[in-house]
């Protein structure tokens, strides 16, 4: 079950895995600047308290047609509740930097949102609670550092947690 659900949320990383020179992204990234806050002021300033990552898991799988891929599993704590709202379908964003063996960091980030939801490229697993990505266009054979933070819908971003994956 969970298989099928990540496949919808495959993001491909083939770009930082080659050494190109274009960014490669999940999806809506960008900076909040000007936009709205949750007390419908304009800024950059968030309200409340960030989220504080407290696990950090990457693993290599083998998604049939998409090849092998690296999951990211983000365990979190969140005082404010507001990394991602049920309700209003809200939520934050997923940011990471990735790099290969020899190869710059690539900046990536994506939105989180529910695993049954369609536009999301993070979500909130249902069994386990933690924010969930899948990175594509990997070679299994090659050493990758990933270094994830959270920002919650207010805008408050996490320290930065870091792993590795070696074959």
Known sequence: MMRGILFGFVLTLGVACSGGAEENKFGAGGENSGAPDLDGT???????????????DV???DFGSEGDVLVVEVGY????GDVYDAESGEGGMLMMSVSGEG???????????SATGESSQAYIDPDSG?????IS???????????VS????????SEPAQANYSP
């Open 42 to 56: 304009t800024g950059t300033t968030a309200s409340g308290s960030p989220p504080e990552i407290t696990s950090l």
């Open 59 to 61: 693993v290599l799988d």
């Open 77 to 80: 704590a969140d005082e404010d």
């Open 103 to 113: 190869t710059e960091p690539q900046q990536l980030s994506a939105g989180i949102g």
């Open 130 to 134: 933690k924010v969930v990505s899948v």
């Open 137 to 147: 266009s990997i070679d299994p054979e090659t050493s990758y550092t990933i270094d």
């Open 150 to 157: 959270l920002q919650d819908i207010a805008g408050n971003e």
